[in-house]
């Protein structure tokens, strides 16, 4: 089993710890019912480390998007964040995914953990006709999750931009407190506003201690996977292996909204049956 840079927090902050996809990850500390609240009144952090981070570069970087995604990569500007599905040839879900574009000519595809291996093969199959560069960075990129309301006054402690102007499914490369090249977005899995914070291995101990550090005022408390469950349950959204797998289409999963026909993604005809 993987174990995230922060296990050792979380044995430190008492969490029960329990194999998911591959990691020993933390599923509670305090409760489930007490963290799911909390996340929806005040401000949590959950440590999801273990999800996969590619970087995707090249001319015929959204060419190869169009065809291996159901979404419609384009239609969105730099510096967004776009919700997507990958298809196999029968039509079915291989994974789904957030994209963030750079450019159009950058992005970084952030997949689903126990689907790492999988989808990289896949994409890379399928980059072969297009000729970009491709590095999978999942080992060395940490992802951290502060979600709730009062995530936004606790960030705004450590940013020098206003977080309120980073608008839903909107993302930048900045600094937070001393440490540099962090990715901030505003994408997350519980539905109660906040922010996904990407940063490489080395920096997220310290992140993780900076934000505790000034999320005492904000009684910011450690959130295991068990509450992310619960709030995305809360919330409808789709969790890989449970609600959708490669035999679901996207339609069958009521992902129609993303799900642009135009684009004549990889069997985009039995996807929509």
């Known amino acids: 089993m993987k174990k995230t840079s922060l296990y050792n927090k979380h044995l430190e902050l008492g969490a029960k710890i329990i194999p998911f996809s591959g990691f020993l990850m933390p599923v509670q500390y305090e409760g489930v019912n007490a963290e799911h609240l909390h ?104 992802l951290l999750a502060l979600q709730g309301p009062g995530s936004y006054k606790l960030l705004q402690k450590l940013v020098e931009f206003d977080v309120r102007s980073l608008k839903n499914y909107s993302f930048l490369e900045t600094d937070l407190y001393k440490f540099k090249n962090v990715i901030i977005s505003t994408t997350g899995y519980t539905g109660s506003g906040g922010f996904e914070i990407y940063c490489e291995n080395k920096d997220v101990i310290g992140i993780w201690e900076i934000l505790f550090e000034f999320g005492k005022e904000f009684n910011l408390k450690p959130i295991g996977l068990a509450a992310r469950d619960t709030l995305r349950l809360e919330m409808g959204y789709c969790l890989y292996g449970n609600d959708i797998n490669d035999q679901t289409s996207p339609l069958e999963a009521g992902l129609g909204w993303i799900t642009k026909l135009s684009t004549n993604f990889i069997n985009s005809q039995n996807s929509a049956n």
């Open 39 to 142: 996340v929806r009144k005040s401000v949590g952090l959950f440590d999801v480390s273990h999800m996969g981070e590619f970087f995707l570069k090249g001319d015929k970087a959204t060419d190869l998007l169009k065809l291996i995604c159901t979404n419609d990569i384009s239609k969105i500007d730099n510096e967004k964040a776009q919700y997507s599905c990958l298809t196999d040839e029968n039509g079915g879900i291989i994974d789904d995914l957030i994209i963030y574009k750079f450019n159009a000519k950058e992005f970084m595809l952030v997949v689903n953990a126990g689907n790492i291996e999988k989808d990289w093969n896949w994409i890379k199959m399928h980059n072969k006709n297009f000729g970009n560069i491709l590095e999978n960075r999942s080992e060395n990129m940490s």
